[in-house]
């Protein structure tokens, strides 16, 4: 694949780690766990469409369903579609491990009321994971309304708690098989970056360095998270999201000598997602991007300090926004966020009122941190992701960390800090 021919593979000393039961029963212990601390009686896991596949928790597997978990007795996996029983069927003719096997065909309102009754959960305290969520596009949770009413009109007998939030902070503290796919997935990103680094170029299109950062990624057995990919060239850019010739029909933009290369990945793999923020600058480099640059990577350095065991979320993000505001910087993103799940998500938007023209967009104001004060522990997985704004100008880097007892593992170093090529 163009210059990245020598990465087909990632070499971690363990190719493609999996989960054993063991980790399966340690994650159902947690779950019954806080399922008596709540005097809960099951708990209706969704994933559905969600960005996070809460699902996949419970199941290490994902088939856009919902679990029905009783506090005693076997779960029972609702399927959107027979074809991903069949799927099941080959995994475990193939060798394959089930963590759940009984697997049903429906996710409407309907047959999640079958399920309770046939359970004699009727009059029953349920959990509900889906109503509400902090991730990504999720604010008000992703259980269709006409499911939910469906429940509810039919079981209107039972008591029913979201503990989404808290059922996602279950999934914070990672285990060690856990953190095995953590790095494994952020070796896979540090790889795409370095691919990214050699094919960026004066004259390639925007869609050639897409494509060759997702053959790195889907080559080595990962996947990607929605948004997938954003991308943005250009000497001054503050546009954030996948590339516009995603969706509106028009040629993808050819990288100029003087560009801003950024980049923000998403591989995911075995549930776990991990993120790298690329910047490439093309040379001659614009004063004021060097300037960016510089004012992100002390961000990036004073969350390597701040984030640390017994700190709240809280006090890293604003550990992390000092050197950006105190130097009159803005941001657009946040400066840190929480990963596997991406619910913990730092302040928005602070300054944004620099950028010019932003005044005549209704809706767009600083964005605060909910959950700040989520105790940092051992085992967190966080997105550090800098960025530093002046007017127009931008630069994004930033990647994966895992807490330690000590600080913090660095997973990813390429995009840590701006590069700059001929």
């Known amino acids: ?15 493609h780690p999996t989960l054993t039961l063991k980790e399966r ?6 779950i019954k766990g806080l ?24 199941t290490n597997d994902y088939v856009q369903g919902i679990v029905i978990f009783p506090l005693h007795g076997k779960p029972i996996y609702l399927v959107w579609t027979s074809t991903r029983i069949t799927r099941h069927v080959e995994n475990i003719l193939r060798g394959g491990e089930a963590w759940v096997d009984d697997l049903r065909v429906g996710v409407r309102g ?7 009754r046939e359970q004699g959960f009727d009059s029953a305290t349920i959990g509900v994971v889906g109503l509400e969520s902090w991730s990504a596009g999720e604010t008000e949770g992703y259980i269709p309304y006409k499911t939910w009413a469906y429940v ?11 503990i989404s939030q808290e059922f996602a902070q279950l999934c914070l503290v ?11 997935c952020a070796r896979i990103g540090e790889m795409a970056c370095e691919t990214m680094l050699e094919v960026t170029t004066p004259g390639i299109s925007e869609s050639e360095i897409y ?12 996947c990607t998270r929605s948004p997938h990919l954003i991308l943005a060239t250009g000497v001054d850019n503050t546009s954030w999201g996948p590339p516009m010739w995603i969706h509106q029909p028009q040629p993808p933009r050819l990288v100029q000598r003087g560009d801003i290369v950024m980049a923000e990945l998403f591989p995911c793999y075995g549930g776990f997602e991990t993120q790298q923020q690329m910047t490439v600058a093309l040379k001659p480099v614009h004063p004021v991007s060097r300037e960016c640059a510089e004012v992100a990577r002390h961000s990036y350095e004073e969350g390597l300090k701040a984030l640390c065991p017994g700190k709240t979320f809280r006090e890293v993000a604003d550990a992390m926004e000092v050197p950006i505001v105190k130097r009159g910087y803005w941001h657009l993103t946040p400066l840190i966020h929480s990963l596997a799940p991406m619910s913990w998500v730092g302040h928005m938007n602070v300054g944004i009122e620099q950028l010019p023209g932003i005044e005549s967009y209704k809706g767009i104001t600083e964005v605060r941190i909910g959950g700040e004060e989520l105790v940092i522990k051992p085992g967190m997985v966080f997105e550090l992701e800098p960025n530093a704004c002046r007017g127009k100008y931008r630069v994004n880097i930033g990647g994966s960390v895992i807490v330690t007892k000590g600080g913090v593992e660095e997973l990813n170093k390429l995009p840590a800090e ?3 090529v001929n």
């Open 1 to 15: 694949m163009g210059n990245g021919k020598d990465k087909e593979s990632v070499d971690t000393g363990k190719a």
């Open 174 to 184: 990672k285990s060690e098989e856990e953190l095995d796919l953590v790095r494994y």
């Open 211 to 222: 494509a060759n950062i997702m053959k790195v990624i889907f080559s080595n057995g990962a």
């Open 35 to 58: 399922m008596e601390k709540r005097g809960l009686d099951c708990l209706i896991v969704a994933g559905l469409n969600g960005r996070e596949q809460f699902e996949s928790y419970v």
């Open 25 to 30: 029963d340690r994650r159902w212990n947690l």
């Open 418 to 420: 701006m590069r700059i």
């Open 152 to 162: 509810l009109a039919y079981l209107p007998n039972a008591t029913y708690i979201d």
């Open 110 to 116: 309907e047959h999640i009321v079958t399920v309770l």
